[in-house]
């Protein structure tokens, strides 16, 4: 019997390496192969397809073929002088344009989807005793009830208001805050050499000034210098 099985055994092992290492495979199994091989490649991270330009890559790439640029925008005259003497002295000549544009004012703090006004009642008790003033109840939001925390030019001033909202208790939310108004901006020329100034070189905007900003002139962008009055 025992020799009835080792005999078996042997067999079976001779079959296997005869199946393995002797006979070629069939043609459909070595095409079924080469096609699994093909439908998924192993790439290095670095051989990956780029990914498509970002929204700010793609504004950047605008300014970068624009032959004018608008920097601003200014509400108070006096804010647009400020700047365009900063031009001058870096060998920039400008010129005013009024325009009526949604502008970034600055970041907007606040504490929004509050249950129901007395919770913003409280919200606003509670912050105000916290050292916070410029807080307000926000009745615009019809998703709920809100308080605002008040808009600052500065991000850091910003941060430093939602962190003390945090330590009251809230959850401050952070964005920009838009308003469409009559602002100045002021128009420069590409020069010759492809210079264009720089909103480093500027500075920083001064006390009560938006923030500024950087965009490609527009179309109808004519070369006429104005002075509209200082908005109140």
């Given amino acids: 019997m025992r020799i009835l099985f080792l005999s078996l055994l042997l067999a079976n092992v ?33 051989e990956q397809p780029a990914a498509v330009e970002a929204a700010p890559v793609a504004v950047a790439n605008d300014l970068q073929a624009a032959t004018c640029m608008s920097i601003g925008p200014f509400i108070a005259p006096a804010h647009a002088d400020l700047a365009r003497l900063q031009l001058e002295r870096l060998g920039f000549a400008s010129r005013r ?19 129901t006004p007395a919770d913003a009642t409280n919200a606003l008790a509670t912050l105000q005793a916290a ?30 208001v939602a962190a003390a909202v945090q330590r009251a208790g809230f959850t401050p939310e952070t964005s920009d805050r838009l308003r469409r108004l ?4 002021l128009d420069v020329d ?4 492809g210079g264009m100034p720089s909103l480093d070189a500027l500075g ?12 490609a002139c527009p179309a109808s962008s004519g070369v006429a210098d104005v002075t509209p009055p200082a908005n109140p």
Avoid: C
């Fill in 14 to 46: 001779l079959f296997l390496a005869w199946t393995r290492w002797v006979v070629e495979p069939q043609p459909a199994a070595r095409a079924a192969a080469a096609a699994g091989s093909a439908l998924h490649p192993i790439r290095l991270a670095r």
């Fill in 131 to 160: 050292g916070l003033t410029d807080v307000s109840i926000f009745d615009e939001d019809l998703a709920g009830a809100m308080v605002s925390v008040g808009v600052y030019a500065d991000a850091g001033k910003a941060a430093e």
């Fill in 182 to 185: 009559e602002v100045l901006w």
């Fill in 190 to 193: 590409r020069q010759a050499n």
């Fill in 204 to 215: 920083a905007p001064p006390e009560g000034a938006l923030p500024y900003d950087m965009r």
């Fill in 97 to 115: 344009r009024i325009s009526q544009d949604e502008v970034r004012v600055g970041y907007w703090v606040r504490i929004p989807n509050l249950a």
